[in-house]
Structure formats: C-alpha cells, structure tokens
T-cell receptor, first 112, second 115 residues
Framework: AQSVTQLGSHVSVSEGALVLLRCNYS??????LFWYVQYPNQGLQLLLK??????LVKGINGFEAEFKKSETSFHLTKPSAHMSDAAEYFC??????????FGTGTSLTVIP | EAGVAQSPRYKIIEKRQSVAFWCNPI?????LYWYQQILGQGPKLLIQ????????DSQLPKDRFSAERLKGVDSTLKIQPAKLEDSAVYLC?????????????FGPGTRLTVL
C-alpha cells in the first residue's frame, strides 16, 4: 500500500530563512511524487512533481524538492521564505494501478 | 484559460437532508476528480472519471454518495442523506489526460456543513 507522511503539521520560519517541509513516502514500486500548495479559500496548486527523471526537481515560486530513494523522502525546500509563502502544503504520491494519495498537510507560517 | 469552476462555494444543511455539488472542469480536460477534504486532513479521492466513464470509485460511500458526468464535461456529486461526518470541503479537479503524472487543476471547493 502507498502512503505519505508529512512530519510537522505546523512549521514557522522567519522571513528570509530557509524553508524545509518534510515528506516521506511508502511504496513498493517507484512512485511519482508531488507537492501542492493551498492558499486560504483557494484550490490546490501544483508546486512541482517528480516523474522519475531528474531527482532534483525545481518548481514555481523558488521551491525545489529532491527525491531520495534511499531515504524514501521528497522534502520541499526554499532558500529564503517570503511572507507570501504562508499557506498549507501537501505532499502526494501516485503509483501505477493505484490512487493518488495526499499527506495530511503542513501549515507554513512566515514571521516578519 | 478559465479554471475549474465549482458551485456553490458554501452549503449548510441538516443531517438526513440531501445536497448536490456541481463542477465544470477546464475545457478539453478528459479526466475529472472529486475529493473530500475533512478539516485537518489531506484531500481523499472519492471518484475519478475519464470522459463520462468511472475509472475509480473505490472510496466513494455508495450507500449515500453518487456522482455523474453524463456528457463527459461537467459533473455533479450528490449526498443523500447527509450525515454529520460529511462536513468537509469537496474539491473538484481536472487533468488533460489520465496519466499518473498529469497535473491536476483544482477548483476552489465547496464547503459543506452538516448540522
């Protein structure tokens, strides 16, 4: 069975500091991995996705994530946080023949 | 291009009543998804359509939930009768094709409160 674990339901960082949001997956076959962002009262928006090409994936708004098979991780990072990054972030996984699974989300607060 | 449209944005009903949600996907998108997002949780896939056919409805509570996409374009999700635990945001998404790596585009959701 596939699953996604997001460590830390709430993360706070200072403006300009590094953003690190953690995601670990469980899958018996190579997965496809995604990060979505949800701003208040808006739908989810794709930040980036890993589709078995390059392990370091660059997304929108300066975010990137690295697929590490040995650690079964797909952590999301951004070198310098902006106030506009405050939102809910969801990691998701899909594998052939199975559904699309979302993690429980991490709420990011950016402190001025 | 216009995004995924959903209506209504908010709905409050009493338990045992029925409710319906509507979704209009991005033009040309063959695949449509309905998700349930309970407060504090990630979205859970309820049903996936490819054109007007159901691809996956394994997590749809079929005793009370139903969904259709008759003409392969817009879709409705119905709950009858509603229970307290159905209180959630119902998200509709669409993608160009059915591939596992296809980007899903989400609508703003319908927030349902069951009293």
């Amino acid at each position: 069975a596939q699953s996604v674990t997001q460590l830390g339901s709430h993360v706070s960082v200072s403006e300009g500091a590094l953003v690190l949001l953690r995601c670990n997956y469980s899958s018996s076959v190579p997965p496809y991995l995604f990060w979505y962002v949800q701003y208040p009262n808006q739908g989810l928006q794709l930040l980036l996705k890993y589709t078995s090409a390059a392990t370091l994936v660059k997304g929108i708004n300066g975010f990137e994530a690295e697929f590490k098979k040995s650690e079964t991780s797909f952590h999301l990072t951004k070198p310098s946080a902006h106030m506009s990054d405050a939102a809910e972030y969801f990691c998701a996984v899909s594998v052939p023949g199975n559904q699309f699974y979302f993690g429980t989300g991490t709420s990011l607060t950016v402190i001025p | 291009e216009a995004g995924v449209a959903q209506s209504p944005r908010y709905k409050i009903i009493e338990k045992r009543q029925s409710v319906a949600f509507w979704c209009n996907p991005i033009s040309g998108h063959a695949t449509l998804y309905w998700y349930q997002q309970i407060l504090g949780q990630g979205p859970k896939l309820l049903i996936q359509f490819q054109n007007n056919g159901v691809v996956d409805d394994s997590q749809l509570p079929k005793d009370r939930f139903s969904a259709e996409r008759l003409k392969g374009v817009d879709s409705t999700l119905k709950i009858q009768p509603a229970k307290l635990e159905d209180s959630a945001v119902y998200l509709c998404a669409s993608s160009l094709a059915q591939g596992l790596t296809d980007t899903q585009y989400f609508g703003p959701g319908t927030r349902l409160t069951v009293l």
